[in-house]
């Protein structure tokens, strides 16, 4: 199931990247941006001093968590990454990465604590780098009416 629901994502990856539509900010969520991509779909953004956060929804209605930064070259293998949320315990997750980003699909025993968290600090064989996600929840159920139809609508991966 991992692979079929990285598929979908990995497929609009590339449109995300090529062909962004109109962007607002989401009201109520600080500086969380939704960001529409023309053939259909959407996700929520947020600029970092350290690293850079979009959420999006995937075919299962879950979060899927998305970090980058221009100057990383993480390649595509996948990666075992430590996640602290505000100060809580560390949380040792694989993210499936595509050279400048990195992302994962949140699990119902993280999504609480993931979409009311504060910051996120993450540990990758590159360093270490935390974001401050005030908002995230917001940004997330900003991203639902948009994106899910368009989750469930591509085809998963053969």
């Not at 600029?47 to 930064?69: A, C, H, L, Q, Y």
């Not at 315990?89 to 699909?105: C, E, F, K, N, Y």
């Not at 401050?132 to 159920?141: D, E, P, T």
């Amino acid at each position: 199931m991992r692979s079929a629901v990285f598929g979908l994502i990995l497929a609009c990856v590339p449109a995300v990247a090529a062909a962004q539509g109109s962007s607002q900010l989401i009201p109520g969520a600080g500086d969380w941006t939704l960001t529409t991509v023309p053939k259909g779909g959407c996700y929520a953004r947020l600029t970092g001093r350290e690293v850079d956060t979009m959420v999006m929804v995937n075919r299962f209605s879950k979060p899927v968590i998305t970090i980058g930064r221009p100057d990383w070259r993480l390649g595509t293998t996948d990666l075992s990454v430590d996640l602290r949320i505000d100060m809580g315990p560390v949380h040792r997750l694989t993210v499936s990465p595509i050279d400048t980003i990195a992302m994962v699909a949140i699990d119902d025993d993280l999504r609480n604590q993931v979409l009311n968290a504060k910051s996120m600090t993450w540990s990758l064989p590159n360093g270490t780098f935390t974001a401050s996600v005030a908002g995230l929840g917001k940004a997330f159920q900003a991203v639902i009416p948009c994106g899910l139809a368009a989750a469930q609508a591509t085809p998963p991966p053969s």
